[in-house]
């Protein structure tokens, strides 16, 4: 990974806040208003790349769990855990910007329609590989119990995606946009998919660092150092 | 020894230890029981009942129980370190998921043998209309349902994971076999929703022959003495 002292760190995510305010600028001024639903509709812009991008962070997940089955390696796990922690911020993302727009399109918060069921069954499948890792005591056990499980939620994700095509679907199945939209489109996914990379990348660090303090020994302190009790005065 | 022979083995030695004192079986019945009890009186018990949804509510009863019949099977081998000889043994460690796996499912059955009855006369469900595709969904269903559940057993057995946690491991996973074992039924209890059918039952059988696959293939992985 990039050191900090490059300063690429920095630059990397001041590029990504500019393109983000690029992308908001656009989303204001630039982006139609669709005809049938109105101003809701523009959450679609935030919706549709932040969807795609989990997909991407559950990808992660997996790449880390077969690491860590492979080599043995924590940060292969620290991995694993920062794409689980980013999947499931972007798959609440993904619900939540979702339901205000069937509010707004159905007139309900939620329906069991095929891929809202998707989204939340997702969101269960990693909230659960969160939940689960503080109840297991032994670090070695923990990585492994959770990369068995990564590799299996993985594989799970697109058993669930044909699981829920059984039920009855109102989602729309296709895009079909404006040229101006694409462009806000495109505005949005590029610095969305550039936060994810970003989110995992300091989740990463981070869950190293927190592996690290638990498993470094305390400061011993010499024996003619120890600070002395004052005495007692009679 | 073969692989087969092996696993049939270790499932008849489960199934001889679970014989002498029916101390799972017994649990999961009453649970089963009381899930399908609870959940008869909280749907109303005046009304003509939930018709095909019945089906759904005894899948409550069966993943429940399951659940239980998994923690129970593996629980067996940490008393006086039999799962240390276990492994010890010249057996290939699948041979050892796959004698989990049919003691697992036999259990289940037993405990579906009897909990279906209560609920086809609490719930006035029908199921004279197809018994034998509602036998089939339920094997299939349980087959997916009892690998991932034997995979996870093992892991909470090695790793002295809290109790009840077994489920939270398991329910995710299994989710899409729950969701199209259940359609399967709507689809073939109610004629509304027969459309389904027919695509369900095969997406089914390629559900569990992932999840036999993965949970054969991670098993020697998560088992540790």
């Given amino acids: 990974m990039f050191p900090p002292r490059h300063g690429l760190i920095p630059m990397f995510w001041t590029i990504t806040l500019l393109l983000l305010a690029l992308a908001g600028g656009l989303l204001a001024v630039y982006a139609p208003t669709e005809a049938t639903m109105g101003e809701v509709q523009k959450i679609f812009y935030l919706h549709l790349p932040v969807a795609l991008n989990m997909f991407l962070a559950c990808s992660v997940v997996f790449v880390g769990s077969v690491g860590y089955a492979w080599q043995r390696r924590p940060a292969w796990d620290d991995l694993a855990q920062a794409g689980a922690q980013v999947a499931v911020l972007l798959c609440s993302v993904t619900l939540i910007t979702g339901m205000i727009w069937g509010r707004s399109a159905w007139g309900h918060w939620w329906t069991w329609s095929p891929r809202l069921t998707f989204s939340l069954m997702l969101w269960l499948l990693y909230v659960v590989y969160l939940m689960i890792r503080p109840s297991i005591e032994s670090p070695q056990r923990r990585a492994l119990v959770s990369a068995v499980y990564g590799m299996v939620a993985f594989v799970d994700v697109p058993l669930v995606y044909l699981s829920t095509k059984l039920l009855p679907d109102i989602h729309p199945s296709g895009v079909d946009l404006d040229p101006a939209m694409w462009v806000t489109l495109i505005a949005w996914s590029i610095p969305i998919t550039m936060l994810t990379a970003g989110l995992i990348h300091a989740r990463f660090a981070l869950n190293g660092a927190v592996r690290g303090a638990a498993t470094t020994e305390p400061p011993v302190i010499p024996t003619d150092h120890r600070p002395r009790m004052p005495e007692a005065h009679a | ?225």
């Fill in chain 2, 1 to 225: 020894m073969n692989t087969l022979r092996a696993s049939l083995l270790l499932a008849a030695k489960d199934l001889r230890i679970e014989r002498r004192g029916y101390q799972t079986l017994g649990l999961v019945i009453v649970l089963g029981v009381l899930i399908v009890v609870v959940l008869a009186m909280a749907l109303g018990t005046g009304g003509a009942g939930p018709g095909p949804g019945a089906a759904a509510i005894l899948w409550v009863a069966y993943l429940f129980g399951g659940t239980l019949c998994f923690e129970k099977t593996m629980a067996v081998e940490r008393q006086d370190d039999a799962l240390a000889g276990l492994l010890l043994a010249p057996i290939e460690r699948g041979a050892v998921f796959a004698g989990k796996l049919l003691a697992n499912l036999t259990l289940m059955f037993c405990l579906a043998a009897v909990i279906t009855p209560v609920g086809i006369l609490l719930f006035h469900f029908d199921l004279s209309a197809a018994p034998v595709r509602y036998a089939l969904i339920t094997t299939l269903g349980m087959i997916g349902f009892a690998a991932i559940g034997t995979l996870f057993a093992a892991a909470a057995a090695s790793s002295r994971l809290q109790g009840g946690l077994l489920a939270m491991l398991v329910f995710p996973l299994t989710l899409p076999v729950v969701l199209t074992s259940t359609q399967l039924m709507l689809a073939t209890f109610d004629p509304a929703r027969a459309q389904s059918g027919a695509a369900g039952l095969s997406i089914l059988v390629a559900f569990d022959v992932i999840f036999l696959a993965a949970s054969w293939l991670a098993f020697d992985l998560l088992i540790e003495p």
